[in-house]
């Protein structure tokens, strides 16, 4: 499995983004999947994740500003990020679990900064 994260960049508080990460392999409709973002010196956080059935899940903070979907045809999960706070800077992962196996994306960043 492969993870190809997209869709980073320097927005300003208050906007958008759109993370999307492609998948390669044959197991990712059965594999729950999801973003993690780290920032310098702190440990990586689960932001959202969403299992094979379309159980969502969110950390607290983006929770009414951001949603996760994925769609199994084309091997993609994305993140859609509003209300953007400087907070939310943080160089973001996807994520990919099935049983005891991990794969991770390369990471994309996003900065929110006026």
């Known amino acids: 499995v492969q993870l190809q994260a997209s869709g980073g960049g320097l927005v300003q508080p208050g906007g958008s983004l759109r993370l999307s990460c492609a998948a390669s392999g044959s197991i990712f409709s059965v594999a729950a999947v999801g973003w993690y973002r780290q920032t310098p010196g702190q440990q990586r956080e689960l932001v959202a994740g969403i299992s094979r059935d379309g159980v969502t899940n969110y950390l607290d903070s983006v929770k009414g500003r951001f949603t996760i979907s994925r769609d199994n045809a084309k091997k993609m999960v994305y993140l859609q990020m509003n209300s953007l706070k400087l907070e939310d800077t943080a160089v973001y992962y996807c994520?990919?679990?099935?049983?005891?196996?991990?794969?991770w994306g390369q990471g994309t960043q996003v900065t929110v900064s006026s």
């Open positions: 994520h990919l679990g099935f049983g005891r196996l991990d794969f």
